[in-house]
């Protein structure tokens, strides 16, 4: 590999060389951030920390990835880059800024036919280290080329069907896939392992397994990096009490204090001084005489975990029953626990299934839970969304629940106002849907995508996708997914895409593939 590296006067080489030598001891990793993929659309590299002004670096391009040693071009330097030698000529020269930066672009790319799926890789670096050329070498990064708008699945597959999973990114960069289950929507068969995608290959491999195995389980980020695990239903399907910590620098799962009351299809908010709110779920999967009976296992008990303590505490109850509602912390850090499923004491049968429309708000501050105010229409197993100024859309979801009416979804859709602590309509979507996952597209509007309509026993996973409009108040159809996906994962990759994970797809089947969403 040979690299064209500019020569500076010597008089500033010993200048730049007395500076780099004053902030050794401040000296800080080397970040690459690599934001496109999308064709038509931008792509831009930025590169920083600088040690000192006008630092000269190279953002080397590649077409493959490497690794390529240094060697070749540097005999006293045995590290690599981990870009191919394949269009380094196309590599970016420059120097890092008085504000510590380095950026390209953003840099048009074209929408080529030819270049679809195409990976390019990316990789920074600092020059006239102690005794080398190269001083400090960046993370590598990677965009790999879509259409614009589009669905495209990547062929990239883990190991284990898992539906109702969660993704937490890593320390190195990479992002994990915890938990899940195959078997029904709601008769799962929990895995206790993990799965780590790794950008830069494309590709799966197992990460470290839990401490025991979990689906519809709880993920929350503590205040140090952490996150705790709570809940879900294990390998039989129960509700479990048991919880666990996975530390992303350490790459370990570690059980810790078990709450209270067994759940799943609960809520798990970090309040502001790190402890960590769980509230309703069901605490037990009744299944006889009818699959509904586990209905009458929502509970309206909340329970707060202590990390420094590792010790839960009861809090106040619900003023009813939930599981599979919504939470959304409001700026003054009340708590509204909207929706739901849950159930009604009535005189001769004893109690009857439904899907609330009233919330509630817990107060940390106070330890006090007290009425909210109603969404317009019930709803449960939805998700809101943050769209801006304190507002949140929540649209879908199960609402309706009988004993003749096995759970249908709803095409409805509702804004919460915080500051107003009220609710108004968002127009509805032209399919019914519930268990989808749903994204910022920016510019005000937000995708919903996938999920499944039917009912809550014989869901029917859907491909279609929707888009609201804030500045419109109104739906329109969306890109179609490349499968039918419910209760997938999602996750924003760095370079910028959407990545969807499983999810239960038609006949039934849990998906064991991917597919990314290109802005």
Do not use: K
């Not at 629940?401 to 127009?427: F, K, M, Q, R």
Request: hydrophobic share 45%; aromatic share 8%.
């Amino acid at each position: 590999m040979m690299l064209a590296y500019p020569r500076i006067p010597m008089r500033s080489s010993r200048l730049f060389g007395l500076a780099f030598l004053a902030s050794t001891a401040l000296a800080q990793s080397l970040e690459l951030d690599v934001r496109g993929g999308s064709m038509p659309g931008p792509l831009s590299l930025d590169l920083h920390p600088g040690l000192y002004p006008m630092e000269p670096c190279f953002i080397l391009v590649g077409a493959d990835a490497g690794p390529t040693p240094i060697a070749l071009f540097d005999p006293n330097d045995p590290r690599s880059v981990q870009v191919g030698t394949a269009m380094l000529s196309q590599s970016f020269f420059g120097l890092l800024g008085f504000d510590g930066h380095f950026r390209v672009g953003p840099l048009a790319v074209p929408s080529l036919p030819n270049l679809l799926d195409a990976p390019f890789f990316f990789q920074g670096i600092t020059l006239y280290g102690p005794g080398t050329i190269v001083d400090r070498i960046s993370n590598p990064g990677v965009i790999r080329l879509g259409g614009a708008n589009t669905f495209r699945s990547r062929l990239a597959y883990f190991a284990d069907e898992r539906a109702f999973a969660v993704v937490l990114p890593r320390a190195d960069r990479r992002w994990l896939l915890v938990g899940g289950g195959r078997g029904g929507l709601l008769a799962q068969v929990a895995h206790r392992t993990t799965e780590i995608y790794d950008q830069m290959t494309d590709s799966f491999a197992y990460g470290p397994s839990m401490t025991t195995e979990r689906s519809l389980h709880a993920a929350t980020r503590l205040a140090d990096g952490r996150w705790l695990i709570s809940g879900g239903v294990n390998y039989i399907n129960d509700p479990q009490a048991a919880c666990e910590v996975y530390d992303p620098v350490a790459d370990t799962f570690t059980a810790v204090a078990p709450m209270i009351t067994p759940r799943m299809g609960h809520t798990a908010t970090l309040l502001a001084d790190g402890r960590v709110f769980v509230s309703g779920g069901l605490a037990a999967m009744t299944v006889t005489p009818t699959p509904l009976s586990a209905v009458r296992d929502a509970t309206n008990t909340t329970e707060i975990w202590n990390p420094v303590t590792n010790t839960w505490t009861a809090g106040p109850n619900l003023r009813t029953p939930r599981a599979g509602h919504i939470a959304i912390q409001r700026p003054d850090g009340r708590i509204l626990l909207a929706g739901g499923i849950s159930w009604d004491n009535v005189i001769i049968i004893g109690w009857l299934p439904t899907v609330r429309s009233s919330c509630d708000l817990y107060d940390p501050v106070a330890n006090t839970m007290a009425a909210g105010p109603a969404m317009a229409g019930a709803r449960s197993l939805t998700e809101p969304i943050a769209i801006g100024n304190n507002r949140w859309l929540v649209a879908g979801g199960i609402s309706s629940l009988t004993l003749t009416n096995l759970g249908t979804p709803t095409a409805s859709a509702e804004i919460y106002d915080a500051v107003a602590n009220s609710w108004s309509s968002a127009g509805s979507m032209a399919t019914p849907r519930g268990n989808q996952r749903v994204w910022a597209l920016g510019n005000g509007r937000f995708l919903h995508a996938g999920g499944a309509n039917g009912n809550i026993l014989n869901p029917v996973p859907l491909a279609s996708t929707e888009v609201w409009d804030a500045a419109t108040n109104a739906w329109s159809p969306g890109p179609t997914m490349t499968i039918e996906r419910a209760a997938a994962a999602a996750f924003p990759m760095p370079s910028g895409p959407m990545m969807v994970f499983g999810g239960g797809t038609a006949n039934g089947a849990i998906s064991t593939g991917t597919e990314w969403y290109f802005f």
